[in-house]
């Protein structure tokens, strides 16, 4: 059954892109190089009209904020707040009510407060000791690079006696200018959230930890290219970002496994692009709450790290290793790359949207 959705077009400012659940419907605003490169929602604009209808307000049964929330809030912790297009949100909301309203929300910021009462949020960054029980976890939307470099044909690794793990990445201890900030982070987040989380440098700490134990691992092969800074976003030419965009791929595809590990939100934007490649994320648990997770058995798919057993990284990666047969290794590749595309990827996800929705879930009983 397909879900009725509203929203209104009216309030995207000039220039603004519309939430990724509303490209199929505008799609003159949708570009296949949103992003530099070739977009992971090719197929989801094609089939979003058999997941989703558009439909007048009093016939839907939801209202989508027609904007991300990053619009909003910004990237990072130091960008001013939208304070007019906050205002048409509130607007756009009070409009709605008696229809549950989903807001997305995808940036380093994505764990904050939304000032808008009973909104269903959608959001990249969810710490799950004090989750709200309306707010939910989206996944980082990439492109299918098998697809896209690998002509379809997900390339199988054969088990070695020494797991293979992967980085190609930027990594580098703490500057002292990033110490010197973070009490700086603490008093806006007490001021504004009343409350302090991590600091949003511990992802850039924990990362630098992690590969340095691992390099020093003998029981384990190395397969990383540390960078000292974002290579892609600062390439000063397309054939240099695709030169450094082939570069992380194949760094993920030469690998067994591939390490994890939030940034400045507490997400990884490179556990969905290892799983598109079909490759075995070692994911450390910084107290993440997962996409569908009602639904899929996450620990499963990855080597799975609480953030308490970081000493320990390169034994509970030998350990899962050699649980595995031969023959389960190679069906664990096929098996993540399938998690991807059937649960993952823009129209895997939006496929399984309605689940949160269900019934028994009681999620929409207060509207």
């Given at each position: 059954m397909?879900?009725?959705?509203?929203?209104?077009?009216s309030?995207l400012?000039?220039g603004?892109?519309p939430?990724?659940i509303?490209?199929?419907?505008?799609?003159d605003l949708?570009?296949?190089?949103l992003?530099?490169?070739?977009?992971?929602?090719d197929?989801?604009v094609?089939?979003g009209q058999?997941?989703?209808?558009?439909?007048?307000?009093?016939?839907a049964d939801?209202a989508v904020?027609p904007?991300?929330?990053?619009?909003?809030r910004?990237?990072?912790?130091?960008?001013?707040?939208?304070?007019?297009?906050?205002?048409?949100a509130?607007q756009?909301?009070?409009?709605?009510?008696?229809?549950?309203?989903?807001?997305?929300?995808?940036s380093d910021?994505?764990?904050?407060k939304?000032?808008?009462?009973n909104?269903i949020?959608?959001r990249?960054s969810i710490?799950?000791?004090n989750?709200d029980?309306?707010?939910?976890v989206?996944?980082f939307?990439?492109?299918?690079y098998?697809?896209?470099?690998?002509?379809?044909?997900?390339p199988?690794?054969a088990?070695?006696?020494?797991?293979?793990i992967?980085f190609?990445?930027?990594a580098?201890?703490?500057s002292?200018?990033?110490q010197?900030?973070t009490?700086?982070?603490?008093a806006?987040?007490l001021?504004?959230?009343?409350t302090?989380?991590a600091?949003?440098?511990k992802?850039q700490?924990?990362?630098?930890?992690?590969?340095?134990?691992l390099?020093?691992?003998?029981?384990?092969?190395?397969?990383f290219?540390?960078?000292?800074?974002?290579v892609?976003?600062?390439a000063?030419?397309?054939?240099?970002?695709q030169?450094a965009?082939?570069?992380f791929?194949e760094?993920m595809?030469?690998?067994d496994?591939?390490f994890?590990?939030?940034?400045?939100?507490n997400?990884s934007?490179?556990?969905?692009?290892?799983l598109?490649?079909?490759?075995i994320?070692?994911?450390?648990?910084?107290?993440c709450?997962l996409p569908l997770d009602?639904?899929?058995?996450?620990k499963?798919?990855?080597?799975?790290?609480?953030e308490?057993?970081?000493?320990h990284l390169g034994?509970k990666?030998?350990e899962?290793?050699q649980?595995l047969?031969?023959e389960?290794?190679?069906?664990?590749?096929?098996?993540c790359?399938s998690?991807?595309?059937?649960?993952?990827?823009?129209?895997g996800?939006?496929e399984?949207?309605?689940?949160?929705?269900?019934?028994?879930?009681h999620?929409?009983?207060?509207?």
């Amino acid at each position: 059954m397909k879900l009725r959705i509203y929203s209104d077009r009216s309030l995207l400012q000039p220039g603004m892109m519309p939430s990724a659940i509303l490209y199929p419907f505008w799609r003159d605003l949708y570009s296949d190089q949103l992003f530099g490169w070739k977009s992971a929602y090719d197929r989801y604009v094609q089939i979003g009209q058999s997941i989703f209808e558009l439909t007048t307000l009093e016939e839907a049964d939801f209202a989508v904020l027609p904007f991300d929330w990053r619009e909003v809030r910004g990237d990072t912790w130091r960008t001013p707040i939208n304070r007019s297009l906050q205002n048409l949100a509130i607007q756009f909301a009070e409009r709605a009510k008696g229809k549950p309203l989903i807001i997305f929300f995808g940036s380093d910021c994505s764990d904050e407060k939304i000032p808008i009462e009973n909104a269903i949020v959608f959001r990249q960054s969810i710490y799950r000791s004090n989750a709200d029980p309306n707010s939910f976890v989206f996944p980082f939307f990439c492109e299918d690079y098998i697809a896209e470099y690998f002509q379809s044909e997900l390339p199988i690794r054969a088990k070695r006696e020494k797991p293979t793990i992967g980085f190609c990445g930027f990594a580098r201890p703490l500057s002292i200018r990033r110490q010197l900030q973070t009490p700086l982070y603490y008093a806006y987040r007490l001021a504004t959230q009343g409350t302090i989380k991590a600091s949003l440098y511990k992802g850039q700490s924990l990362r630098f930890s992690a590969l340095r134990l691992l390099a020093n691992d003998p029981e384990i092969e190395t397969n990383f290219k540390i960078r000292d800074r974002a290579v892609f976003f600062h390439a000063p030419s397309p054939d240099e970002k695709q030169r450094a965009r082939m570069e992380f791929v194949e760094n993920m595809t030469d690998s067994d496994y591939v390490f994890c590990c939030r940034g400045a939100g507490n997400y990884s934007n490179r556990l969905y692009e290892v799983l598109s490649c079909g490759r075995i994320p070692v994911l450390l648990n910084t107290d993440c709450e997962l996409p569908l997770d009602p639904w899929i058995d996450w620990k499963k798919y990855c080597v799975w790290v609480e953030e308490k057993d970081l000493p320990h990284l390169g034994e509970k990666i030998v350990e899962f290793h050699q649980s595995l047969s031969a023959e389960d290794f190679v069906d664990l590749q096929y098996e993540c790359r399938s998690l991807w595309k059937q649960w993952l990827s823009p129209e895997g996800f939006f496929e399984n949207f309605d689940r949160y929705f269900l019934p028994e879930r009681h999620l929409v009983n207060n509207f």
